[in-house]
T-cell receptor
Framework: DVKVTQSSRYLVKRTGEKVFLECVQD?????MFWYRQDPGLGLRLIYF???????EKGDIPEGYSVSREKKERFSLILESASTNQTSMYLC????????????FGPGTRLTVT | QKEVEQNSGPLSVPEGAIASLNCTYS??????FFWYRQYSGKSPELIMS????GDKEDGRFTAQLNKASQYVSLLIRDSQPSDSATYLC????????????FGSGTQLTVLP
């Protein structure tokens, strides 16, 4: 079974803090993704990575950066957290097989106060 | 802007009935499509993928794809209360990591 883990289930941070969200997958997947999910807006892609040190912007990258130094780990960084970044953050990974199915971690609910 | 639209719901069906969930997509280049189930407070769980026109069956679930109409559907036969969840449709694009574009989801409630 694919296992994608995220460092925290719940996180509360203050406005202006630097926030790190960590994601680890144990299936040697090439591709990793960060999404945020908000009521009424669905899942939106923030950043993704298709190889170590390779990254591309998704649909809503503003205010975020990412790091992928090792294949199994993909970090999302909020340089200066703001209240509009309060959301559920979901990490996913996929393998470039026939259909590139994505598997999700449990999510981190981040509250910025 | 690539879009995936789902019937907004919420959808309620009685236990044992067939639940029908629908999805349309705008990007004709999309080749593969996915249905995820998401229980409240949980992350999405992959239940079906489909990339050929026609039907694909897996247990009580049937995914249907019509590329000419840009339409994907999911049928759940013999619906159970445990099927109550939000169902997300996703279309895969041709980018470097085959990114997904998700619909906003349809909330399904199966009434006992």
């Amino acid at each position: 079974d694919v296992k994608v883990t995220q460092s925290s289930r719940y996180l509360v941070k203050r406005t202006g803090e630097k926030v790190f969200l960590e994601c680890v997958q144990d299936m040697d997947h090439e591709n990793m993704f960060w999404y945020r999910q908000d009521p009424g807006l669905g899942l939106r892609l923030i950043y993704f990575s298709y190889d170590v040190k390779m990254k591309e912007k998704g649909d809503i990258p503003e205010g975020y950066s990412v790091s992928r130094e090792k294949k199994e780990r993909f970090s999302l960084i909020l340089e200066s957290a703001s209240t509009n970044q309060t959301s559920m953050y979901l990490c996913a990974s996929s393998y470039p097989g026939q259909t590139y199915e994505q598997y999700f971690g449990p999510g981190t609910r981040l509250t910025v106060t | 802007q690539k879009e995936v639209e789902q019937n907004s719901g919420p959808l309620s069906v009685p236990e044992g009935a067939i639940a029908s969930l629908n999805c349309t997509y705008s990007d004709r280049v999309s080749q593969s499509f996915f249905w995820y189930r998401q229980y409240s407070g949980k992350s999405p769980e992959l239940i079906m993928s489909i990339y050929s026109n026609g039907d694909k069956e897996d247990g009580r679930f049937t995914a249907q794809l019509n590329k000419a109409s840009q339409y994907v559907s999911l049928l759940i036969r013999d619906s159970q209360p445990s099927d109550s969840a939000t169902y997300l449709c996703a279309a895969q694009n041709s980018g470097s990591a085959r990114q997904l574009t998700f619909g906003s989801g349809t909330q399904l409630t199966v009434l006992p």
